[in-house]
């Protein structure tokens, strides 16, 4: 499994809701891998970004792009 962010447009089986005056939309295929993952923006020259912290993650890579649920 990997992590993706894009810009998209709302379908009507996505989930969503708003978070800081972002909307977020997330698929209902991935939604069950997300439930209860916290997505953070550390502002640092080395290692900034967005940080995805999922606690279905059995084992995550490296670069945290990627997981095994």
């Known amino acids: 499994m990997q992590y993706?962010?894009?810009f998209d447009?709302?379908?009507p089986d996505d989930s969503a809701t708003e978070f800081f005056g972002i909307n977020v939309?997330?698929?209902p295929f991935s939604a069950e891998y997300l439930?209860?993952?916290v997505v953070d923006y550390v502002d640092a020259m080395?290692?900034?970004g967005?940080?995805?912290s999922n606690p279905?993650?059995?084992q995550s890579c490296?670069?945290?792009k990627s997981f095994a649920a």
């Open 46 to 48: 080395t290692g900034g």
């Open 35 to 37: 439930r209860g993952t």
């Open 25 to 27: 939309l997330v698929d």
């Open 56 to 58: 279905k993650a059995q």
């Open 50 to 52: 967005f940080k995805i």
């Open 4 to 6: 993706g962010m894009t």
């Open 9 to 11: 447009e709302r379908r």
């Open 62 to 64: 490296g670069c945290g």
